[in-house]
């Protein structure tokens, strides 16, 4: 071999060398984020819902949701990412096909489940409101001298005491009548303990100089409570 073909020789391995070393040199892809799937309790106040979280899929993969009665396909957002509100409870998992490989290799995975929040559903609750105290305070100050001809009010404040989130129907009764004189509904949100009734009542006219007196009484039905108040006396006035 002279001395020009030796030296083609030798370099032939360094020149091959020399064009596959950037494709070592070229950093590997990132792997994906763990798939992830979980049922989240949502909503405040007794008023308790599930939403279903997916994440760390491929953008746009296609997944088949197992749960509750239900078993349907659906297709992950563009971040790889997937909310389903107002979920069934109970156990999922999320069956889906491996990205990037060939043999398109199935994969399950299992839903993270948070215990099941229980209703209370004891007596004194009207839809979600627990109602613990009703009572009723006397405004008017007996011995008040008025003219007894003319109706004069006498003035009250009821308090329902609760905890929860939504509306309490009472009515008011006035001296021992049980026929109603008004209703309403006591609305509760979260962090309110109570509500205050302020309640006005005509006390009717007397003659030959009799006092004037009554007192009304607070029901709430669906708690079986009722609160009287004390009981008012105007004096009449002399002419």
């Not at 763990?34 to 819902?49: K, N, R």
């Not at 979920?87 to 099941?116: D, H, M, W």
Request: charged residues 15%.
């Amino acid at each position: 071999m002279n001395r020009h073909h030796l030296l083609t020789f030798l370099a032939a391995p360094l020149l091959a060398s020399s064009a596959v070393t950037p494709a070592f040199a070229a950093p590997a892809a990132a792997p994906p984020a763990a798939a992830s799937c979980e049922l989240v309790a949502t909503g405040e106040g007794g008023d308790t819902s599930y939403t279903l979280v997916l994440e760390g899929f491929a953008p746009n993969q296609s997944v088949t949701i197992n749960g509750p009665r239900t078993s349907r396909p659906i297709q992950i957002g563009a971040e790889g990412s997937l909310q389903q509100d107002n979920a069934r409870y109970g156990r999922y998992s999320v069956s889906f096909k491996e990205t990037g490989s060939g043999s398109g290799q199935g994969n399950r995975i299992g839903c993270l489940t948070p215990p099941r929040q229980k209703q209370d559903h004891g007596g004194g609750k009207q839809g979600k409101v627990q109602v613990t105290q009703v009572s009723v305070t006397t405004l008017s100050k007996s011995g008040t001298a008025v003219d007894c001809s003319k109706p004069n009010k006498a003035e009250f404040d009821g308090k329902i005491s609760g905890t929860g989130k939504g509306d309490v129907p009472y009515f008011w009764t006035f001296a021992s009548s049980s026929d109603p004189i008004e209703t309403g509904k006591a609305h509760f949100d979260p962090g309110i303990q109570s509500v205050s009734l302020f309640k006005a009542v005509d006390l009717p006219p007397t003659v030959n100089g009799d006092p004037q007196s009554g007192f009304v009484t607070l029901h709430v039905p669906s708690a079986n409570l009722t609160a009287r108040s004390d009981q008012v006396t105007f004096t009449c006035a002399k002419p």
